[in-house]
């Protein structure tokens, strides 16, 4: 299934290529950068029916932009980016179904059992979705922190996923190598997510057709969503068009429901 998305920088809709993406902007590629505000986004997505998408705050400075996304659609979106124990609460009030989290839960490279479990408690389970956004080093995939600059030492693979499918509702995955170049999608991380994922992924990073979104349907045996972002024409690009996503989705409905 096709999840949409509204990336956010300096309080705007953008898309960037993922992993040059710094603390400082300088050196970040921008693909595409909307003229329209947030809230248009996630009005289009309501009225299309596509809940579950997310709302990414790429640094500081976007915490309006958020907000006024989710309340053009109350409940059909997640959020993430500086999401902490001390703000999920007040995200959660502000709209989103879910709030995503992933450099809070980890402390010098290592994943914080007690700080996870302390999240769980605060929120719920069924309100936490894990971002475990990698890249690549010595062969295998790590979860990478902190605007994607910081790699952990916690690896993306069956234990990782079956262990940590018992703190959350959903994972989201951005293969950064890839994300925002438009060149493919990672299909070997693809492959690892289906084999391992007991609970919904969705996978972001180098989707550029309309053949992608089918191909990680098949591959992701129909455990592992797709975002496309910088190939979309909602967001300038010439790969794929929103509206054959949204009838992908229908028909897949069509096809699970029967």
């Known amino acids: 299934m096709f999840r949409p998305c509204i990336d ?24 595409f950068e909307s003229d329209h505000p947030p809230r248009f986004f996630a009005d289009r997505y309501r009225r299309d029916g596509l809940a579950g998408g997310h709302v990414i705050m790429l640094g500081p400075g976007n915490e ?26 007040s995200w959660l009030e ?32 069924s309100r936490l979705v894990l971002d475990l956004s990698c890249r690549q080093r010595d062969g295998d995939y790590f979860v990478v922190t902190d ?8 690896r993306v693979n069956a234990s990782t996923l079956q262990s940590l499918a018992a703190h959350c509702a959903e994972f989201l995955v951005h293969a950064v190598d890839v994300e925002g170049l438009c060149r493919g999608v990672d299909l070997a991380l693809v492959k690892r997510l289906a084999q391992a994922a007991t609970i919904p992924v969705t996978y972001a990073g180098g989707a550029s057709s309309l053949a992608d979104l ?10 592992v969503d797709l975002t496309i972002g910088s190939a979309l024409d ?20 069509g096809t699970r429901a029967a």
């Open 147 to 154: 605007r994607w600059q910081k790699f952990t030492d916690l």
């Open 94 to 125: 502000a709209g989103a179904s879910h709030v995503i989290v992933t450099s809070w839960v980890f402390r010098e490279g290592t994943l914080d059992q007690p700080r996870l479990r302390e999240l769980v408690n605060r929120i719920g389970r």
């Open 8 to 31: 956010l920088r300096g309080g705007r809709v953008v898309q960037i290529v993922g992993g040059s993406l710094t603390d400082s902007g300088a050196g970040t590629v921008t693909r």
């Open 234 to 253: 909602l967001f300038g690009g010439q790969g794929v068009r929103y509206a054959d996503c949204v009838a992908f989705n229908r028909r897949q409905s």
């Open 214 to 223: 089918e191909t990680v349907t098949r591959v992701g045996q129909n455990r």
């Open 64 to 89: 309006a932009a958020a907000r006024d996304a989710l309340a053009a659609f109350p409940g059909g979106l997640h959020v993430g980016g500086g999401v902490t124990l001390d703000n999920a609460v």
